[in-house]
């Protein structure tokens, strides 16, 4: 029978169950090549959907998957770690029946085996694992995964390093706690390096994952600026295009949101002028959207840090992207959003009179607000502010 030659899709599946039960049933008797293509069969109907996966479950193969994950061959412990992340991947009740028949902690000795293929697999497949809850990630962690993924972020396998990012990424999302602990494996500042990788996926995955521990609290975003994190970033962002910047962009919206002196980390470092040329050169909405929130979260705090802003001329920028009738409706939420925050703090006046003939009304009365603060020499420019209001 040739196992691994079955032509396995959605539609015609149901006609391999019987094959699939036969195969489980002799996984654990049949030498390593037949245990490698029997993984390869599970792997490829597991792949399609959350059901299909299930049905893997459900004619037993979890078990004898993780008895191979035991084998003395790293081409079986190989076939049969993907297999079960291919699994695990589909949702929390998958990934929970996969802890469940004790793959974690053998997943974990498998990282730390000499062959990088079955380091790289092992650790996509703890990722799979731990993106799906709190508890899921605890798991991986209580396993000692941490520890042993830390120790490769400075492997020179691109491949392998994606996945040790992913699955340190993954950890950290949850809770301050998960994060807390990636940190204290002592990866910064020697991660930063990999932001200058050549391979564009590890430097996203890096991005990533100083995103997700920055989001938690300021303690842990001070951490990531004391190490040098923001300027890093910042350089990151300009090396990079489209969805590679997306993580960096967010990262510095989540540090500045956190205080006025992490946001004046982010302004000190020169993170308001590259974040003004994403705005400007990037094509894609979604990432548009996420530069205008990152740069309200900036401004909103203080007079010197919406003037920051304000001299990098980017509110012309975003009156236009709220006003487009081609610009997505989350990106003109987040763009109307982010001007109201800023022009609420804004009181350098250069910065808001572009905006005079432009805006509509409902941002037109803060700016007419700031000019309408100030006194002296400046009266004479409410008057016409207000003349400009009433015509509109």
């Known amino acids: 029978m040739r196992i691994a030659g079955l032509r396995i899709s959605g539609e015609n599946i149901s006609g391999h169950f019987n094959i699939m039960n036969i195969v489980i049933a002799r996984l654990e008797k049949r030498k390593r090549f037949y245990k490698k293509a029997a993984a390869f069969v599970l792997r490829a109907v597991a792949k399609h959907s959350p059901e299909l996966a299930q049905a893997v479950v459900d004619c037993g193969a979890l078990d004898a998957l993780v008895i191979s994950l035991e084998e003395f061959d790293p081409g079986v412990k190989e076939a049969a770690a993907w297999a079960l992340g291919y699994i695990a991947r589909h949702n929390g009740e998958l990934s929970q029946a996969v802890v469940d028949a004790g793959a974690i902690p053998l997943l974990v000795l498998c990282i ?49 390093k994606r996945q040790v990012f992913s699955a340190l990424s993954q950890i950290s999302k949850h809770s301050v706690d998960l994060a807390e602990m990636v940190v204290e494996a002592e990866i910064f500042p020697a991660v930063l390096t990999c932001l200058k990788d050549p391979d564009e996926y590890v430097k996203k995955n890096v991005a990533t994952l100083i995103r997700e521990i920055t989001k938690h609290t300021p ?139 432009e805006a509509p009304p409902n941002i037109l009365k803060h700016v007419v607000g700031q000019f309408s603060k100030n006194t002296g020499q400046q009266m004479p420019n409410v008057i016409v502010l207000l003349h400009v209001l009433q015509g509109s």
């Open 219 to 357: 303690e842990l975003s001070q951490l990531i600026v004391n190490a040098g994190g923001v300027a890093a970033v910042i350089d990151y962002i300009g090396d990079s295009r489209g969805n590679v910047r997306l993580p960096g962009i967010m990262m510095l919206g989540y540090v500045a949101a956190h205080s006025e002196n992490l946001a004046m980390a982010v302004i000190v470092s020169k993170g308001v002028p590259q974040l003004a040329i994403c705005l400007s050169e990037e094509p894609e909405d979604h990432i548009k959207a996420a530069t205008a929130w990152a740069l309200g979260q900036i401004g909103r705090h203080t007079p010197e840090h919406a003037r920051a802003v304000a001299v990098a001329n980017v509110l012309p920028r975003m009156l236009s992207l709220y006003m487009e009738s081609e610009s997505s409706e989350d990106l003109q939420v987040k763009a109307k959003k982010a001007l109201k925050s800023i022009l609420q703090k804004c009181t350098y006046l250069p910065g808001l009179e572009p905006l005079l003939h």
């Open 112 to 160: 730390q085996e000499p062959e990088v293929a079955l380091k790289r697999i092992a650790a996509s497949a703890l990722s799979d694992i731990s993106k799906h809850s709190p508890e899921l990630a605890q798991t991986v962690v209580d396993a000692g995964a941490i520890a042993h993924l830390s120790q490769m972020i400075l492997n020179p396998d691109a491949k392998l």
